[in-house]
C-alpha cells in the first residue's frame, strides 16, 4: 500500500449491507445471480440476457466474478441512472445554492446546498433562523471549486419542467458511505467524509459510519493540497484510514493521496467505492471498449471514451484502473484507464485547453469512429478529438439512420459542452442546433433587439427564453413602459415576445432584458460604451436611482451616467422624488464624457429642447436644394450616416432615398461600404435634429427646376410636386416633400381603382407625383391625390427614369467589379443583355437547364422551362444562348436557347409602334423581345411612378404581349440596345395658367356672376348660378353695413326668384359646408360663397381676401360692431351671433340680459338673422375664442351693476356668485340685506339670478353687495343696519349687530362686514359661567343673529372687542336658563345673586314643568366632589370618536378619576354617574312628580288640634316642602336613594340603560357585587332588542364590572356573550379600552391583534390600535401597523390613515416623524388644501416658527383655486400677527401682493 492513491468522488446506496469478508459476500452474489435470467433487473434486454451465458462460461474455465459485465460495452447513459448509484465526478460550476458535477460520459449532476453533509445542514438553518451571520459558516464557493474530484451518489431522478431527467446529487457520507459498517473499516482504506467540526487540535470528520468517530489530526492536514489554508465545516476531504481503535468507535485518518484499492482491506461489490485506483488485467478487446478484471474477484468494463487514444491495449495487459462509477442494481463497475484520473491529484482542469470553445461551430470535421449504442467520435479540423453523442447524430423527430451519417466525409458540429471527466468537447450534428441564434451569451450583445418566449413569472421580474440555452431576466419595471401591477394579466407562459438586450454577463451568464417600448422601439443612437455618448447627443435612458442631489439613468451594458438636479428640468424640482420614479424612461442629453474615467454628465432639460447632436455642429450652409457630396460614416438598417464634405457636417441618407426604383435601392444600400463617397446628392429637408439628403433623380430635378413648395404660404390648390411616401395607413398615405412639407393622399384619391390593401399599392419610400387639392390654412394641412389621370407627367419623364434605373445598375456591377479581388465578378460585370454565348449543356430537366461556361466556371447559367421549350437537349451538348439577364450579387446568369431569340435583328424606324413580349422580369425591369424577333431591350415594368399594380394578372409577367414605341433604335446609355417607351406615354402638353384658372369645377375669387334666388333663409340665402352651380350669400354680405338698422332682418329685402348680380368672395366644402378661409385668387371652391353688397360688385374695385385670422386680429376688446343672430343653444343658454361669413361669436347668458326676469326664456328677446350691435369681450385666434357681450358693457368696473348668478350657498362664506365676462364674487351675509333678518341665505338657491353691486376685487374675485342701498339708492329708506366699511366707522359703546362666524376657546367671532370681524370673549359672551365653549357653538350655528356692544377698537391691529352680556346689549342672554349653568360668580352680591336666580329657576320649572330640558353634556366645574364612600367606582360618558377634542378630554378625565380611587366602570352610553341623572327624559320627570306627590300627601297628615297660628304656620311650611320636594323631583342631578325607588322608575322606563347602570351603581356602593351581577342579567333581558345601544352600555357596564371584581374567566365569558349578542367591533373596542384603562396592557395588546385580524377592513380598527401603540411609546411598531393596515385597507383610504396616523404622531409619538409622514402625502396629493390646513394647525401647535413659515410658503405657491391660496394667506398673516413681528406681517403682505399681480399677469396675457 505504499502508492497510496487519493481520491476525491462521492458513492451512492447498495441493496444489501455486506461483512467484511469476501467470502460471505461471494455466496450472497452467487445466489442473486442464479436468478438474474429476468430482464427486469436492467433496462438492456441484451445485457440481461447474456449475464448468464457470461457466468457459465467463466465458471467452465474456473474463474468466478462477483459481477458480470455486458458483452456490447456502452458509454453510461441518463436512462440508466438509478437512485444509490455511486459515481466519480468533477465540480463544474458553483452557484450559491447548488453545485454543478460534471459526471462520466457527458453527464451533468447538481448537488444542492441540503445534500452536502448533516453539519452542514444543521449550521444552514442556523444562519437562516437567526438571520445574522455565523462565523463557522461558509458558502458553496468556499468549500467547493472547479475541477474538484467528488464521490457522489444518485440521492433522486427529477423530472424537470420540460419533461427531462435531472440528476440530484449527494455527497453525504451517511449516503455514499452507507454499506460501510464500524467493523468493516480497515487500516490502509481510503474514505470519502465531511468535516463535522473544527477542534484545537484537528478536526473531526463525519464519514458516514453510525457509531464511529472519526478524528483527523492537524498535522496531518498540512501536506494535503487543499486550496484553503483551513478546513471548514461541511468542507468535502478524502482521508485515509491509519488506526481503528475500540471496535471500530474511532478512527484516526490521515491526509491521502490516490490510494490503490487491495482485497486485503475487505472491499466487496456493495462497499467499492468510485475513485479507487486498482490493478486490473484486460479480459477482452472488443471495438467499443475492454473488459478487465480487478482484485481477483470483480469485473468492470472500461468504454471507449475512458481508453488512452494512443495506447494499444491487448488480452493479458495488465494496467491500472479508475472505478468511475457502480451501478447497484446490475452490478456493473465502470473503470477508467485516463491518465488524468490516476493521476496523485485531487483535481482536474474544469477548463478545456486552449479555451473554452462551447457554442462554435466548426465546419469541415471528419468522423474517425461510430459506435452505434453510444454515438461517434469527429477530428475537428485542428485535430482537437470530439465526441457526439447518438442523440445529437439526428433530430428529434427524425429516424436513427447512422450508415447515412458516417458515409458523409465532412461534417459541420456544433460544440455543446467540455466534459472535464473524458477531458473532451462533445458536439452535436443536429441542424436545428447549429442553426440556433443565440447557443452562448457571447452571441448577444447590448443593444440587440432579440425576440424570446415567456418562461416564468417571478416577483423580481420575467424569465424569457432566447433559445433553450440562453434566458434572460426582464426585471420587474422593465416589463412596460409603465409599472405594472399585476403582470400576470398582460404576460402568459409561451408568450412571444420582442426583447432589447440591456446587459451581457458572459462569465455569470446573466442577461438582462427590457420590454420597454419606448427603448425596444427608440430611433435614436444607442450609448453601448462611454465612447458611443459624445457630447451633445440624445439617448433614451431609464433612471435607476433618485436622490436628492439628481437622478442617475443607465443606457446599455455598464454605461450610466448623471443627472444634476439643475438639468432635470426647466421648472424648479425641490424633490426629485415626486417627479421621477426608477425605472422611467427618458430622452438625456450628453453634456460632458470621459470614458477612461467613466464618468458621463447628462440633462434632461437640453434633451427636451429636441435639440441632437447634429444641432450642435450644424452643417452652415447646407441648404435644401443644394447639391452636395457625402461620405458614408456607418451603415444602419434603414439609412447611411454620412458626412457631407468638406465640412465633415453630419447628415443622414436613408435607403428609399438612393433611387426612384425600390429594388435599386436595396442593391445600392449593399454595395456601398463606410469610406465610400457618394456624390450628386441632394439636401432634401434641414430640422434642428438632423439633414435628410436624397438621391432620388425625379425629386432632384423637382428641386433644380423649383418646382417646389419651401413653406406652407406658397402652396396653392392645383400645385404639382414631387414627393415619396412617408406612412402607409388604412385611411391614405402621407407624402413627404422637400422642405419637410406631408401632405395627406386619401384612399379615394390615390387611383381610379378600388384598393382594397393599401400595402400591396404603395411601398414606404417609393417617388410619386402629386397634386394639391385642398388646404386648411387654420391647421396648416392639404390634401393631395396621386391619381394618373389628375397629375401631369413632365415631359421625357418616363426615358429618364428608364435611364436612369439603367445607370444606377451598372454603378452596382461597376463598384462589384472593384471590390471583388477575383475575376468572376470582372468577368460577370462585362457580359451584357443580348450578348450570344456558346455553352455546354451540364443537365436538361422538365423545369428547365443548367448549363457550362468556359469562361465563367464559378457562376450558375441557367434557362427557364420556357426558354428552352421546344429544344431537345443532352448533358455535355453545346449550344447558342442569349444573355436575358447578368445577376452580379448571387453570380447567376439568365440565357434563352430559343431560336427565335438567336436570329437575326430586325431594323426598327424611330417613332413606330412595335408588339414586344415580355421574356424575363427582375423587380423594376424586364427585359422584352421586339416584333417576336431577336432584338431585345429592357424597359421598366411601371408605366407611370404613381402606378398601382394590385392584381397578381395586372402585374407584368413573362410571356405577356404589350405595344410600345421606339424613342431611339439604337441608344447609347443602353449599351446599344433600342430605347422604347409604353405606348402613351408620349410627353402630354403642359396646361397653361389660363386653362388652370378657369376651370369647369368651381369659380375663381372676385369673379362676377349672375343668378337667381332660389331659398331666403333668416341667415342666409341661396342662389341659383347660370352654370347650374348654387352659392350661398351670408346675411352679411346683403347690404351695405352703414345701412343696417338695429333689429332688422337683412335677407328679408331680397325676394324669391329675383335675378341678382353676385360676386365670389371664398367657399363652403359641399359636404361639412364649413367655411374654407380665403386664400389664392386662384384657389376654387365647390360651394362659391358670394357678396350683394353694391359697392363690391364693380369689377374695378380690387379686393382682397381676408382670413378668419386675420379678421379675428383686427377685433379689439371694447370694439363696437354688427352682428347678426345666429343659433341660440338652450343647453349652455349662450347665443351665436355672426358678423363675417368666417367668424361667428358667443354671447353668454348673463352678457345677453340686463333684466333676471328675462332669464328663463332669453331666446324670445331675439330672433335668427336679426341685427344687433355687440361689443368685443374677447378676440383671439390661439386658441380660437370670439366673446361678446349685448349688455352694453365688455368688463367689470368697481362700482357698476351687473347680473350674477349664484352658484352655490356657503354659510362660512355666504353666496358664491358667478359674474359675467368669466369673472366670480362673494357676497357676505352682511351684504345681503339693508335689515338683517335671523337667516340671511334661505331666500336663495342654486342658479338663482341677482342683480349685484361691485363693491371691490382681491385676486381676482369680487366682493358684492346686494343692498337695496347700493342697487337703489335713490329709492330705498335709510338702512337699519348701515354697512360697516372701515373701522372708522365704528365708535365705543355702539350697538350694532352682526352674525356669528366661528365660536371657538377664544371666544365668539363676529361677522360685522364683508371684512371686520369683531370678537366676544366667553366672559363677555354669557352671564352663565362656560366650562367649554362646545356649550356655545351648539346653540350659535353659524349666522345666527346677534345684537352686541362695541368695547373696544384696536385700529392699530385691526382688532374689534364685543360684548353680548344682556347689560350691556339689553338683549336676553344667549343661552337659555334651562341649561341649568351655574352664574358667574364675581364678588358677595353675585353669590347673592346666582341664589336668587336658583329660586327663580326652581319657581320657572314649576310654573312650566312641561318645558323640555336640554341634557347637559359636560360636568358642571363648579359641583362638589363626592365623597369616597359615596363613589360607585362606575362612571359612564358619551364615546365621540369623531371628535378628536372629546378624546383628549376624556383621557385627562380619566387620568384625574383613577387618581383619586379605583378605575371606574365605564360604558359607551355617555354619562358619568357621578354627576347624576342629567339627561333623564321629561316622562321621567313627569311621573316621578305624580310618584312624589302621593308620597308627600302621606306625609302631610298632621295632629288637628292645633292653633291657628300654628296651622297656618304649618300650611307654609307643607306648601315651602311640598315645592322643595317637587324640586327634587325635578332636579335631575338627585338619584334615588333604595331600591323600590330605582324599581319605580324602572317600571316607567325599562329600556333605559342609565337607570339600569345607576342601580348597579347603587348596589357596588353598598359592595353587593352579585346583585349588581343580577341587575345587569336583569338589563340585558329586559331592554328591548331594537335598542342596540343600551344593551351595549350594560353589556360594557358588566365587562367592566367583571374586569375590576371578577376573574379573567368570568371576563371572558362576559365578553364572548357580548360579542354574540352585539355588534362584535365595538365590544371589542371597548373591552380593549377597558384593559387599557386598568393598565393591563399586555392583554389590551393581544385583543388589538385579533381585532386587526378579524377586522382589517375597518379603518377606526388600526386607528385604535396606532393610538394605543403610539401612547404605549412605541413608535416603531406603529410604524409597521400603519404599513401593514395600507396593505389590508382598500387604496381609497391610504390618504386619510396615513394622514390620521401622522396626526396621532404628532400627539403622542415624534412629531419629526409625524411631520415627514404629511410631507409624503401632500407631495402626492399636494391639492388636498384640507390635508393642509390639518398640517398647518399641528405644525402650528409642534413646530418652530421656521418650520411652520416654511409649510406656510409651500401652501401659497400651490396649484390651486385662488380661492384657497387666499385662505391660506389669511392663515399666515393671522399667525404672523399672533406670533411674529412686524416685519414678517409686511413680508406676507408683500408676498400676497406678488402674488395678485402675478395672477393679474396671467390674465392679462
Known sequence: MASVEEDFPRGGKTKKPTGSKVTVERSKVDNLFQQSDEPTTTKKKKGGTKKVKKQKTEEQEGGLTLNTVAESVEILHIKNMREGMLLLGCVKEVADFEVTVSLPCGLQGFLSIRNVCDAYTKLLSEQLDLEVENEEFCSLSQIFWPGMLLRCVVSKMDITKGGSLSIQLSVNPKLVNKSLTSSSLMAGMVLSGCVESVEDHGTIIDI?????????????????????????????????????????????????ARASADAKQGWTLTNLLPGLTVKATVKKVTKHGLHLDFMSSFSGQVDFLHMEQESSYREGLQVRACVLYIEPTTRLVGLSLRSHLLQPVSDVDAAPPGGDRTGEVVMECKMTAMHHMSGAMLELPDKTPAFAHRNHLKEPSNPANENKVSAMPEHTCRILDFSPMEQIYFVSLRKSVIDQRFYRYQDIHPGQVVEGTVSVLLSQGMVVHLSAHVKGLVPRTHLSDIILKNPEKKYVEGMKVKCRVLSVDVDNKNLRLTRKKTL??????????????????????????????????????????????????????????????????????????????????????????????????????????????????????????????????????????????????QLLWEVLQEGDTISNLICFNKNKQNITLTKKPRVISSLEEGAVAKDFSEITVGMQLVGCIRNIMSYGVFVEFPYGLIGLAPKSALSDKFISDMTTAFKVGQTVIAKVTNLDEEKQRF????????????????????????????????????????ELRQQLAALTVGQKLKLTVDSATQDGAKFRFDDLPGADVIASKRHVAGVSLTPGQKASAVILNVDILSSCVHVSVLPKLLGKKKSLNKGSDCCAVVQFVDRDFAVISLNDAAQLTLLQTCSHPNEVALSEAERLKVGMTLTVEVVEP???????????????????????????????????????????????????????????????????????????????????????????????????????????????????????????????????????????????????????????????????????????????????????????KDASHPEKLFKLGQAVRAKVVEASVQPHRFVLSLSGTHKLEKGSITLGMVTSVQPQVGLVVKLPFGGTGSVSVTDVADTYRPNPLEAFRKDQLVRCYLLDVQNGKWHLSLRPSRLNPQSTKPAKDPEVLSLDHLRLDQVVRGYVKTVSEQGVFI????????????????????????????????????????LSVDREDQLVDLSLLPADTGKPDILPESLGLPLRLVGDAEKRDSKKAKKRLHAESEQKPAEPQIPKKKKKKSSKPKADGDDSGVEVYFREEEDEGEEVKRDSAQVSSSSTGPSRLQVAAGFSWDVGLSSLKPVLEAKDGESSDGEEQDGNEKPQKKTRHELEQDKKSAEKALLQREAELMDPSLRPQDAAAFERLLLASPSSSLLWLQYMAHHLQATQIEQARAVAERALKTISFREEQE???????????????????????????????????????????????????????????????????????????????????????????????????????????????????????????????????????PKRTDLWSV?????????????????????????????????????????????GTPQSVQAVKEKAMEFVEAKGKDAAN
Open 208 to 256: 458516514g459510519v453510525s457509531g464511529t468517530k472519526a478524528f483527523l489530526p492537524e498535522d496531518a492536514t498540512k501536506s494535503k493540497q487543499h486550496k484553503s489554508e483551513e478546513l471548514k465545516v461541511g468542507q468535502y476531504v478524502t482521508s485515509r484510514v491509519e488506526e481503528v481503535k475500540n471496535d471500530g468507535r474511532v478512527v484516526r485518518l490521515s491526509a491521502a
Open 783 to 822: 390634401l393631395v391625390t396621386l391619381k394618373i389621370p389628375e397629375v401631369i407627367t413632365p415631359a421625357g419623364d418616363a426615358r429618364a427614369a428608364l435611364l436612369n434605373g439603367i445607370q444606377e445598375r451598372r454603378t452596382v456591377k461597376e463598384m462589384l467589379t472593384v471590390r471583388d479581388d477575383g
Open 1591 to 1725: 344593551k351595549l352600555n350594560v353589556w360594557v357596564a358588566l365587562l367592566n364590572l367583571e374586569n375590576m371584581y371578577g376573574t379573567q374567566e368570568s371576563l371572558k365569558k362576559v365578553f364572548e356573550r357580548a360579542v354574540q349578542f352585539c355588534e362584535p367591533m365595538p365590544v371589542y373596542q371597548q373591552l380593549a379600552d377597558i384593559y387599557t384603562n386598568s393598565n393591563k396592557i399586555k392583554e389590551a395588546e393581544g385583543l388589538y391583534k385579533t381585532m386587526v385580524k378579524r377586522f382589517r377592513q375597518n379603518k377606526a380598527v388600526w386607528l385604535s390600535y396606532g393610538t394605543f401603540l403610539l401612547r404605549q411609546g412605541q413608535s416603531d411598531a406603529a410604524s409597521s401597523l400603519l404599513q401593514r393596515a395600507l396593505t389590508s385597507l382598500p387604496p381609497k383610504e391610504s390618504v386619510d390613515v396615513i394622514t390620521k396616523f401622522a396626526q396621532m404622531e404628532f400627539r403622542f409619538g415624534d412629531a419629526e416623524r409625524g411631520r415627514n409622514m404629511f410631507d409624503k402625502v401632500l407631495t402626492n396629493y
Open 1735 to 1779: 398640517f398647518i394647525n399641528l405644525m402650528v401647535k409642534h413646530g418652530s416658527q421656521k418650520e411652520v413659515r416654511a409649510v406656510f410658503d409651500r401652501t401659497i405657491h400651490l396649484s390651486v383655486s385662488v380661492k384657497k391660496i387666499k385662505f391660506f394667506f389669511k392663515r399666515y398673516l393671522e399667525y404672523e400677527k399672533k406670533h
Open 970 to 1156: 439604337s441608344c447609347e446609355q443602353l449599351e446599344g440596345l433600342p430605347l422604347v417607351l409604353w405606348k402613351g406615354n408620349a410627353p402630354k402638353r403642359q396646361r397653361t395658367a389660363s386653362e388652370n384658372q378657369a376651370d369647369s369645377s368651381g369659380h375663381r375669387f372676385g369673379e362676377v356672376l349672375q343668378g337667381k334666388v332660389r331659398s331666403v333663409k333668416p341667415t342666409y340665402i341661396q342662389v341659383a348660378l347660370e352654370d347650374g352651380s348654387t352659392g350661398s350669400v351670408h346675411v352679411s354680405q346683403v347690404v351695405e353695413p352703414a345701412e343696417v338698422t338695429l333689429g332688422s332682418f337683412p335677407t328679408s329685402t331680397v325676394r324669391v326668384g329675383s335675378v341678382v348680380k353676385a360676386r365670389v368672395i371664398g367657399g363652403r366644402e359641399a359636404t361639412s359646408h364649413r367655411f374654407l378661409p380665403f386664400s389664392h385668387p386662384k384657389f376654387k371652391y365647390t360651394i362659391p360663397e358670394l357678396t350683394l353688397i353694391p359697392s363690391q360688385l364693380d369689377p374695378g374695385v380690387d379686393f382682397k381676401p381676408v382670413t378668419s385670422k386675420d379678421k379675428l386680429a383686427g377685433y379689439k376688446p371694447g370694439d363696437e360692431i354688427t352682428c347678426f343672430v345666429s343659433k341660440f343653444k338652450s343647453d349652455k343658454k349662450c347665443l351665436e351671433v355672426t358678423s363675417d361669413p368666417c367668424v361667428t361669436g358667443t354671447v353668454d347668458l348673463l352678457s345677453m340680459i340686463t333684466d333676471p
Open 1311 to 1350: 361677522r360685522l362686514s364683508h371684512n371686520i370681524t369683531g370678537r366676544a370673549q366667553l366672559q363677555q359672551s354669557s352671564k352663565y359661567f362656560i366650562s367649554n365653549h362646545k356649550i356655545l357653538s351648539s346653540h350659535l350655528p353659524v349666522n345666527t343673529l346677534l345684537t352686541t356692544k362695541i
Open 520 to 665: 425596444v422601439e427608440s430611433p435614436l443612437p444607442l450609448f453601448l460604451t462611454y465612447n458611443d455618448a459624445r457630447p451633445g447627443r440624445v439617448s433614451h435612458g431609464f433612471i435607476v436611482s433618485v436622490k436628492d442631489f439628481g437622478c442617475i439613468v443607465r443606457f446599455y451594458g455598464n454605461v450610466k451616467g448623471r443627472v444634476p438636479l439643475e438639468e432635470l428640468s426647466s421648472e424648479p424640482i425641490v424633490c426629485p422624488e415626486d417627479v421621477f420614479y426608477v425605472g422611467q424612461v427618458l430622452k438625456a442629453k450628453v453634456l460632458k464624457c470621459d470614458p477612461e474615467q467613466e464618468k458621463l454628465l447628462l440633462s434632461f432639460k437640453a434633451a427636451g429642447k429636441r435639440e441632437t447632436e447634429e444641432s450642435t455642429e450644424p452643417p452652415i450652409d447646407c441648404e435644401v436644394g443644394k447639391r452636395v457630396e457625402a461620405r458614408v460614416a456607418k451603415k444602419s438598417i434603414n439609412s447611411l450616416e454620412v458626412v457631407i464634405l468638406p465640412d465633415e457636417g453630419r447628415a443622414v441618407l436613408p435607403t428609399v432615398h438612393l433611387s426612384d426604383h425600390m429594388s435599386n435601392c
